[in-house]
């Protein structure tokens, strides 16, 4: 009830001032993209004017290869785009069908469980029931912890960035990390939006710019190895240097994807391994036979 009027009152608070903010950047996008590629042309043409044009003329051919490549890697990526758009289509079909079975889902529900529940070796049904609890109060200790996560990153990067000054401060915060839940995708969507508008406001003042990119770097640092350690991985059960290594683990074996379902993986080894330990510790393979068994 607590957090219910808590979170009611800050989207009182705070949502005329985001919807506002968000109007306001949308708006000033285009705006902000050619104040971006005029700062740019400017630097460039101070560069070219700081060289010699013997210097510059052997600059020319290196740069017309770098933009061949890129132009290559262009025509590239929008063909890839093609080639995927069958992709999108199907999981633009996919959305549209979730909600539909989302609601079977949850009304059999009870009906899948006492289902699945009657195929169980009867032996053996109790001891997979409760490992099933467990996981499932593992996982949803996990759920709360990433929302902790997230709610504490917004609430840093809103506070910091409007602290600082930025344009639309409040919003950048509160979207980067509303999506922290994607490991490294919440950083990266709020530095790269932060920096275009710490660009084109505080310029040539490098120094705002800085401590823009900076409040990111802090709150990844934050994230990385005191928020998510402490929040999820005690909340899973797993030592802080575990949830690291899974992150790892899960980015490098299967790549983005990896990365989403590497807590929660862990989270359900995590509990069949402590069950296996236990088992272990109780068989007569750890306590020997009878005559050796300790008193």
């Known amino acids: 009830v607590g957090f219910f009027i808590l979170a ?25 993209f050619s104040a971006l590629f005029d700062l740019g042309r400017s630097l460039w043409e101070r560069t070219m004017s700081m060289l010699d044009p013997a210097q510059v003329n052997q600059l020319k051919t290196p740069f017309a290869s770098a933009v061949q490549r890129l132009t290559e890697l262009l025509a590239g990526f929008l063909n890839g785009v ?28 009870p009906k899948v469980l006492e289902t699945v529940d009657g195929w169980l070796p009867l032996e053996h049904a109790p001891t997979i029931r409760e490992q099933a609890r467990a996981i499932d109060m593992v996982l949803a200790g996990y759920v ?19 602290v600082v000054g930025l344009n639309f401060g409040l919003t950048i915060g509160l979207i980067a990390g509303g999506i922290s839940f994607i490991p490294y995708v919440g950083t990266f969507v709020g530095l790269v939006t932060s920096a275009g508008v710490a660009a084109v406001q505080f310029w040539p003042d490098w120094v705002m710019i800085a401590v823009v990119l900076g ?4 709150g990844q640092i934050l994230s990385d ?8 991985g005690d909340r899973i059960g797993l030592h802080p240097l575990w949830v690291i290594f899974g992150l790892f683990a899960g980015g490098a074996l299967f790549g983005f994807l990896g990365i989403l ?35």
Request: glycine fraction near 6%.
């Open 8 to 32: 009611t009152l800050g989207l009182v608070l705070l949502l005329p001032t985001v919807i506002e903010q968000v109007v306001g950047l949308v708006t000033r996008l285009p705006q902000y």
């Open 82 to 109: 093609f080639d995927q758009s069958l992709r999108i289509v199907n999981v633009l079909t996919l959305l549209s069908v979730t909600p539909l079975v989302a609601f079977y889902l949850l009304r059999d529900w």
């Open 144 to 162: 709360r912890g990433v929302a902790t996560v997230c709610l504490t990153l917004g609430t840093f990067y809103a506070v910091a960035l409007s």
């Open 215 to 218: 409040v990111f770097f802090t």
């Open 225 to 232: 190895y005191v928020l998510t350690p402490r929040l999820v």
């Open 261 to 295: 379902i590497a807590m929660p993986v862990c989270a359900a080894i995590g509990v069949l391994t402590r069950f296996a330990i236990a088992q272990y510790k109780e068989s007569e393979l750890y306590l020997g036979d009878e005559a050796g068994r300790p008193p």
